[in-house]
């Protein structure tokens, strides 16, 4: 008898896997890419999101209530719910640790891109932003959330995405920009539009700051 290919089967096993492969795929990346520091800051701004999560988590969901509910529930949940987890039932509370995890990766890696004026964002991030909207509908629908629906999901997008932005800027100006991701700013060049048919606007960028705007007609 010839293996069965289920597709959404495989979409399950990966979502349940993303909050453990994406940290790991970041970190290798990044050491690949002999950039040590910035591997290292966003470690620690993995453990930042831990202990803020730590925190936070048991004052919305009230002391351990979506624990227990995670062991009583009314609502079926998967074994898979709790194979990469942070620990049994975390999805349960809100907001979902799996959820957060990646909504961190996700803006801490976008941000400086935007921060830094790179156009367009790459169609990578797109992908990495639907990837988490998926995952979040296939872990309410295997459970994992318990009986609150996509609150728990929803509120680990905002939670991890405000603590990824915060430890961007907390790292790009109060320890080293150089230690943040994608921080290479423009350098020596011109960055220009057409604001209307017959006319163009250029700005000058020297060692990535703007110092001037070139008039249209001196581009000739």
């Given amino acids: 008898m010839g293996?069965?290919?289920?597709?959404?089967?495989?979409?399950n096993m990966a979502c349940i896997q993303s909050p453990f492969i994406i940290p790991l795929a970041t970190v290798m990346?990044?050491?690949?890419?002999?950039?040590?520091?910035?591997?290292?800051?966003?470690?620690?701004?993995?453990m930042v999101l831990f202990g803020a999560w730590l925190f936070l988590a048991p004052l919305i969901s009230g002391q351990g209530g979506r624990i227990s509910k995670a062991k009583y529930g009314v609502r079926k949940k998967s074994m898979a719910?709790?194979?990469?987890?942070?620990?049994?039932?975390?999805?349960?509370?809100?907001?979902?640790?799996?959820?957060?995890?990646?909504c961190f990766t996700l803006a801490y890696l976008l941000t400086p891109k935007m921060w830094n004026n790179y156009?367009?964002?790459?169609?990578?991030?797109?992908?990495?932003?639907?990837?988490?909207?998926?995952?979040?509908?296939?872990?309410?629908?295997?459970?994992?959330?318990?009986?609150?629906?996509?609150?728990?999901?929803?509120m680990g997008l905002a939670?991890?995405?405000?603590?990824?932005?915060?430890?961007?800027?907390?790292?790009?100006?109060?320890?080293?920009?150089?230690?943040?991701?994608?921080?290479?700013?423009?350098?020596?060049?011109?960055?220009?539009n057409k604001p209307k048919k017959n006319h163009m606007k250029c700005t000058v960028y020297k060692d990535g700051v703007k110092v001037g705007r070139i008039p249209p007609e001196n581009l000739k």
């Fill in 3 to 11: 293996l069965e290919f289920r597709p959404m089967r495989l979409i």
């Fill in 29 to 46: 990346f990044a050491i690949l890419d002999n950039s040590i520091f910035k591997a290292q800051f966003y470690m620690l701004g993995l």
């Fill in 81 to 102: 719910c709790d194979a990469f987890a942070v620990f049994p039932g975390s999805d349960y509370t809100s907001p979902a640790w799996s959820t957060s995890v990646m």
């Fill in 119 to 154: 156009d367009p964002v790459p169609f990578f991030y797109i992908l990495f932003g639907c990837w988490i909207l998926a995952d979040v509908i296939v872990r309410e629908k295997m459970g994992c959330f318990g009986d609150d629906g996509f609150i728990p999901g929803w």
């Fill in 159 to 192: 939670f991890g995405g405000a603590i990824g932005f915060l430890w961007f800027i907390f790292v790009h100006y109060i320890i080293n920009p150089d230690f943040t991701f994608f921080n290479e700013p423009y350098g020596d060049r011109l960055k220009c």
